[in-house]
């Protein structure tokens, strides 16, 4: 028997606001290192501070460190200005990473229904505003409106 349950649909849904892919300016809230036999990874959690209509939202994200994917740890490290001294000793201290910002490219996939956040490309957050999507103003919508006619 088959029974209609008004607002059950909306139960079903994710609460939270799916974070489209793009280009984020970040700050590191937290990364904790999981060990794992053939793929051991850190664990990023990092707050958007840009664009705006995102500012607030939580990103977590992977970045395995197996020899393979140490390069894209590295350029992680480097363009979130982490300690240059720490980084020659090729040591990673978890408490030094909370606080440093930086620009992030994510994109999403999915993995056996699973939706998982990949962390593409890094940037210092001194670039920024040359890497940031321009907004549309008014002001450019009809000088292009007055062009176009």
Known sequence: MKRQVPGLAD???DSRLEIPDGIFLVRV???QFRWH???PFY????HILEPSACAGQPIVGRLYCTQKAMWKLGWFLRDFLYDPELL??????EKALPGLRGVVKISHTVINGIS????DGFAPASQWE???????????????EEASR
């Open 88 to 93: 020659a000793h090729e040591q990673v201290d």
């Open 116 to 119: 998982l956040i990949n962390l």
């Open 43 to 46: 664990v990023l959690r990092l």
């Open 29 to 31: 809230d937290g990364a």
């Open 37 to 39: 036999a053939h793929k």
């Open 130 to 144: 040359e890497l940031s999507p321009a907004p549309v103003s008014s002001d450019s919508r009809s000088n292009t």
């Open 11 to 13: 139960t079903a849904r």
